[in-house]
């Protein structure tokens, strides 16, 4: 079971100081709780992307190649990379990129978004964004698994011989998650591939994640990827914790009061009822994201959102050290029960075993006119 955290990105003012941060005070926040995510034990760190203001989430790869260079174990993931606007050809050079520099601590979660202007700006029709989806993400698995692609689609100018460089580390691809709030299509799109799916599930109630799940799954048993129960799963999450449920509900109250996705909505105490977001004591978080199981199933990975809504970072940091202290416990409830057939969540070495061993697959160029390749020559020569 991976465990880790995700962030949007969001600028936010304080609700209880009036401040909003600078860009960069974000920007430099993002890697503080990245740092600290590795630092209190925790798996995974996930960055959104996003394109506009109030978000500094845009450039996700350059984000997560800093993080990487600081870190030692932290996974590094998206949370989403926008396979609707962003060209599939970029995505795979970035991301094999990242993949090297890291040693392979890196996967990605593909998704269409949920910012509709998005896509005008990267020369996309919105009306098409499930067949953007489709087809860009067919690209993308060609490009990291075929050394040269000749390929023909509706969205992008074609590709005649075509090499994606650097090859994707170890000749293995990373890891990719499909993540999805309410699209039934990204959930059958992920079990056709035998891929994860992602199941954003902080804003919904659980009877709607346990049917996205339940389909996933059906669908990843009927391609003949396994059991249901061996589909690879993931679930979002929100918390905030304090010693005493009552502390922890004052102080993020008018946070959420004020929040830009649901703050002068429900009540916090409906809110908490009818979502999966947790206010309250560790115990009660802790108790709370165990109980995810008994609608999802057992799963491989849980990511928390913790630094949104105008939390300050001091605040945010505190949230992960009293996640830290809970961590042995969670890990220990979510083993507890789990068939020995369920898969644990795919990593790079995993993913390198299942393949046969790790492989060098650098492409060398040939000379146009002669067709001999340097290496080649040099050989000869000596």
Same mark, same amino acid.
């Given at each position: 079971?991976?465990?880790?955290?995700?962030?949007?990105?969001?600028?936010?003012?304080?609700?209880?100081?009036?401040?909003?941060?600078?860009?960069?005070?974000?920007?430099?926040?993002?890697?503080?709780?990245?740092?600290?995510?590795?630092?209190?034990?925790?798996?995974?760190?996930?960055?959104?992307?996003?394109?506009?203001?109030?978000?500094?989430?845009?450039?996700?790869?350059?984000?997560?190649?800093?993080?990487?260079?600081?870190?030692?174990?932290?996974?590094?993931?998206?949370?989403?990379?926008?396979?609707?606007?962003?060209?599939?050809?970029?995505?795979?050079?970035?991301?094999?990129?990242?993949?090297?520099?890291?040693?392979?601590?890196?996967?990605?979660?593909?998704?269409?978004?949920?910012?509709?202007?998005?896509?005008?700006?990267?020369?996309?029709?919105?009306?098409?964004?499930?067949?953007?989806?489709?087809?860009?993400?067919?690209?993308?698995?060609?490009?990291?698994?075929?050394?040269?692609?000749?390929?023909?689609?509706?969205?992008?100018?074609?590709?005649?011989?075509?090499?994606?460089?650097?090859?994707?580390?170890?000749?293995?691809?990373?890891?990719?998650?499909?993540?999805?709030?309410?699209?039934?299509?990204?959930?059958?799109?992920?079990?056709?591939?035998?891929?994860?799916?992602?199941?954003?599930?902080?804003?919904?109630?659980?009877?709607?994640?346990?049917?996205?799940?339940?389909?996933?799954?059906?669908?990843?048993?009927?391609?003949?990827?396994?059991?249901?129960?061996?589909?690879?799963?993931?679930?979002?999450?929100?918390?905030?914790?304090?010693?005493?449920?009552?502390?922890?509900?004052?102080?993020?109250?008018?946070?959420?009061?004020?929040?830009?996705?649901?703050?002068?909505?429900?009540?916090?105490?409906?809110?908490?009822?009818?979502?999966?977001?947790?206010?309250?004591?560790?115990?009660?978080?802790?108790?709370?994201?165990?109980?995810?199981?008994?609608?999802?199933?057992?799963?491989?990975?849980?990511?928390?959102?913790?630094?949104?809504?105008?939390?300050?970072?001091?605040?945010?940091?505190?949230?992960?050290?009293?996640?830290?202290?809970?961590?042995?416990?969670?890990?220990? /409830?979510? $083993?507890?029960?789990?068939?020995? =057939?369920?898969? +644990?969540?795919? &990593?790079? @070495?995993?993913?390198?075993? %299942?393949? /046969?061993? $790790?492989?060098?697959?650098?492409? =060398?160029?040939? +000379?146009?006119? &002669?067709? @001999?390749?340097?290496?080649? %020559?040099?050989?000869?020569?000596?």
């Amino acid at each position: 079971m991976q465990i880790g955290i995700f962030s949007v990105g969001d600028v936010t003012a304080d609700p209880t100081t009036g401040r909003t941060p600078s860009e960069h005070e974000r920007i430099k926040a993002t890697v503080a709780i990245a740092r600290k995510a590795e630092e209190v034990g925790l798996d995974v760190f996930a960055t959104g992307e996003h394109h506009n203001p109030p978000f500094i989430s845009s450039n996700p790869t350059a984000t997560l190649a800093y993080i990487g260079a600081q870190t030692e174990r932290l996974i590094l993931s998206t949370a989403t990379t926008l396979i609707t606007t962003t060209d599939p050809v970029l995505i795979a050079e970035d991301y094999a990129k990242i993949q090297h520099l890291t040693d392979g601590r890196v996967d990605l979660m593909m998704g269409r978004g949920n910012t509709g202007p998005v896509y005008p700006w990267f020369g996309k029709d919105i009306r098409k964004g499930i067949e953007l989806a489709i087809e860009n993400y067919a690209l993308l698995r060609r490009l990291w698994r075929e050394d040269v692609v000749d390929w023909q689609g509706k969205h992008r100018t074609p590709l005649q011989g075509y090499t994606s460089t650097p090859r994707p580390l170890d000749g293995v691809a990373p890891f990719v998650w499909h993540g999805s709030i309410r699209s039934p299509e990204i959930a059958e799109q992920a079990a056709y591939y035998g891929d994860g799916f992602f199941h954003n599930h902080i804003f919904w109630p659980a009877s709607h994640t346990r049917q996205m799940v339940a389909l996933y799954r059906r669908r990843f048993e009927h391609y003949g990827h396994g059991t249901a129960d061996e589909a690879i799963v993931g679930l979002g999450g929100q918390f905030f914790m304090r010693r005493s449920s009552q502390d922890a509900v004052r102080e993020f109250r008018p946070y959420f009061d004020n929040a830009p996705v649901y703050g002068h909505g429900p009540s916090l105490e409906d809110f908490t009822s009818q979502t999966p977001l947790t206010v309250g004591s560790p115990q009660q978080v802790l108790e709370r994201t165990l109980s995810f199981r008994d609608y999802a199933g057992h799963y491989q990975r849980q990511l928390f959102l913790v630094d949104h809504a105008g939390l300050p970072l001091k605040t945010v940091l505190e949230q992960l050290d009293l996640l830290g202290e809970i961590l042995p416990e969670m890990r220990k /409830g979510f $083993a507890e029960g789990r068939p020995a =057939h369920v898969p +644990d969540a795919p &990593t790079h @070495a995993s993913l390198v075993a %299942a393949a /046969g061993g $790790a492989r060098d697959t650098t492409v =060398h160029a040939t +000379d146009d006119v &002669t067709g @001999a390749r340097a290496e080649d %020559a040099v050989e000869v020569g000596a």
